[in-house]
């Protein structure tokens, strides 16, 4: 039926046989749609810069933080502590050495009359007799010996007492005396064995043990010896005598070494712990 208006045109169809939106009245109220959902993500995301590759574009570097300002008196302190105990501690062996020096150098000799001389300083003084008990003030030194048989040696002891010794007797080629012993070894190549016999006495307060007190030694030109070193018996050891007191007196019989033709040049020593060296020669 018509009701006398011109009749509308139908919406063309799809080939699907749907409405084309584009001619669709709502179709301008609608907003746009696509249909590739990663074009739209595409647009909605910023656009990536690349920073690197223009220096331009990177953020100015930040300043580097301030270290804290460290004092330098810590540093003063320890310095002035590591000056202070290298001072004290050379002050302390300064003081040690001194006082070994005062010790050994400055200390009261014993007062003996007549000091042989050039040993006061350092050991005991020692003075040299004769057959009469005068002392003798010339001789005992190694330029200027006493003589063997002759004179007498002496020396003050640390107790308050006084030792004497006088080397009586002294058989310079003692070689077959030494040997009646089995057990003593032969002397050294192109040496000799004497034999040397000494008086010992002494008087006073205290005491003295012969064997550590004393120390009879023969020096020659090229050779020097101790009783004490050679490991020989002889007929009256010295280490058989015990310690002697006030008005004790005993005998000894003592091996030393001497080289073979230095007779002429041999000299035997005599000394206490303490003391100074006194030297005897034939005459």
Not at 80 to 96: E, G, K, M, P, T
Request: charged share 15%; proline share 10%.
């Amino acid at each position: 039926m018509s009701d006398g208006s011109s009749p509308q045109p139908l919406p063309a169809l799809a080939p699907d046989g749907a409405a084309d939106p584009a001619s669709a009245p709502w179709a301008l109220l609608a907003p746009a749609q696509r249909d590739d959902p990663q074009a739209d993500t595409a647009q909605a995301e910023p656009a990536q810069v690349d920073t690197w590759s223009d220096p331009s574009l990177l953020p100015p570097p930040s300043a580097p933080p301030e270290r804290a300002r460290s004092s330098a008196l810590p540093i003063v302190a320890i310095v002035l502590s590591s000056l202070a105990l290298a001072v004290s501690s050379l002050v302390l062996v300064l003081v040690l050495v001194l006082g070994g020096l005062a010790y050994i150098y400055g200390g009261a000799p014993y007062v003996m009359s007549d000091p042989v001389g050039g040993y006061s300083s350092m050991y005991t003084p020692g003075r040299v007799t004769d057959a009469s008990g005068a002392v003798v003030t010339d001789v005992g030194t190694y330029d200027r010996p006493a003589t063997l048989g002759e004179h007498a040696l002496s020396w003050p002891t640390v107790s308050g007492g006084i030792v004497e010794v006088t080397v009586t007797d002294v058989e310079w080629e003692a070689d077959a005396a030494v040997a009646t012993d089995p057990s003593n070894p032969p002397a050294g190549p192109d040496m000799g064995y004497v034999l040397a016999t000494i008086d010992v006495a002494y008087t006073g307060p205290g005491g003295l043990v012969p064997a550590e007190d004393l120390y009879i030694c023969l020096e020659s030109v090229s050779w020097g010896t101790c009783s004490d070193g050679i490991d020989v018996t002889t007929a009256a050891p010295l280490r058989d005598i015990g310690a002697l007191t006030d008005g004790d007196r005993a005998t000894a019989t003592v091996a030393l070494e001497l080289t073979e033709g230095e007779r002429g040049s041999a000299l035997i020593s005599v000394e206490t712990i303490d003391g100074e060296p006194l030297y005897l020669a034939e005459r």
